[in-house]
């Protein structure tokens, strides 16, 4: 990434808030924060991705996580319109007790949306996450899964196990090989939706912040003409588009974590202004194309 | 900001056949998801106690395949304590933030 590049990424991020919606109208996604008054398109899936509820974690900036994804899922009542689904990009919980899934699951049933779970490493601590997997993942003993809306194809994938000293998020051979299969006789046409926990893209590796073979499985998407990454994990919107593919980053709903490099470590923002731990600061539209693709995404930004 | 400090017991639980080591313990912080310090040197037979001081879980895991060690998830405050008896270079890091490493020298 040359450096006018990051500078520009590092404009667009912003924290602290509740849920992204999403649209796909005419093949292109695209995101509005809730509370910024976006409303489900009238046509096309839409979709609701929230990521990092952290239930159990009780610190600083954040004591009533429970509290904070309760607010997220009534934000995402308000505003769902028409949406099918709901997504959860992992860390639903912060030390992978069945407590913990049990107060998640119960305040996200609130949304009475069908809803498909990623893990985040928080999530797979104990049992190599057969406690998660049980719960969330509807048997997918791997964590990873895909299925089919309104047209358009959703994989989730699990790049939270057996990382390697010094390295990234890992997808593993056994998980690259499926998505080969799942892949292979889908018309380049059809709209793919890839989420997981731990970005796919290299967001900062000094933190851990990519996927170590991200790369092979972002090369088995290129063929298709609209493909849409969302992943969580950072606590903090990130976005680009590269080719056909456009990658997003999700807020947390439960505490934010700093810009790369701009603190000592990627823990927690503790010293959050009171009263704004909801709001969003510094916010900054965002669209970045490069090449010849169509494909854009837009975060609507919050107000104040 | 509250933090949960576990005395004792952890370490008993975790190593049931082991002696209390004659030497003092070796002490490592975790801490800015990192740590510290990373490299650290002991006498044969020391006990190495990590102390996770992050609001943010981790874990003390061995870096070699196969693994022969990985501490139960630390939270806030929790620690974790291994003696080391033979000579040699241990490299070990975070399975959570596996960008963390560590290693502790036996001399």
Known sequence: ?304 | MQRRILLGGLTAALLPGLARPQAPDARVLIDNFAFSPATLTVKAGTRVVWTNGDDIPHTVTDAATPRSFRSPVLDTGDRFAMAFPTPGTTHYFCSLHPHMQGSVVVQ
Request: charged share 15%; hydrophobic share 40%; aromatic share 8%.
């Open chain 1, 1 to 304: 990434m040359d450096p006018e590049d990051r500078r520009g990424l590092l404009k667009c991020m912003l924290w602290a808030g509740t849920g992204v919606l999403w649209t796909v109208a005419g093949g292109v996604p695209r995101s509005g924060l809730l509370g910024a008054g976006a409303e489900a398109a009238e046509t096309g899936l839409s979709f609701v991705q929230i990521s990092d509820s952290h239930i159990g974690f009780s610190n600083a900036p954040n004591t009533d996580v429970a509290g904070t994804l309760g607010e997220a899922i009534g934000r995402v009542n308000q505003l769902k319109g028409n949406a099918s689904l709901l997504i959860h990009t992992g860390d639903v919980s912060q030390l992978s007790r069945a407590a913990q899934f049990d107060t998640a699951a119960q305040i996200i049933k609130g949304a009475g949306m069908d809803t498909h779970y990623v893990p985040g490493e928080h999530d797979v601590l104990d049992e190599d996450g057969k406690g998660f997997f049980a719960r969330f993942t509807k048997g997918a003993a791997g964590g990873y899964y895909s299925f089919d809306q309104q047209g358009v194809h959703f994989i989730g994938l699990n790049n939270v196990q057996n990382l390697k000293a010094g390295g990234l998020g890992n997808l593993g051979a056994a998980q690259l090989e499926w998505l080969t299969k799942d892949l292979k006789d889908r018309p380049a046409s059809q709209p793919i939706v890839v989420f997981a926990h731990i970005p796919l893209w290299t967001i900062y590796q000094d933190w851990g912040w990519g996927t170590d073979d991200g790369v092979q499985a972002l090369a088995q998407l290129r063929r298709f003409g609209s493909v849409t990454v969302l992943n969580g994990h950072i606590h903090q919107i990130m976005q680009k588009v590269e080719g056909t593919i456009a990658f997003h980053t999700a807020l947390s709903t439960a505490f934010p974590q700093p810009a790369p490099g701009t603190a000592a470590s990627p823990g927690p923002i503790k010293d959050v202004p009171a009263g704004r731990l909801r709001s969003v600061l510094g916010v900054t539209t965002v669209k970045q194309v490069r090449g010849q693709s169509h494909l854009a995404i837009v975060d609507s930004p919050l107000g104040t």
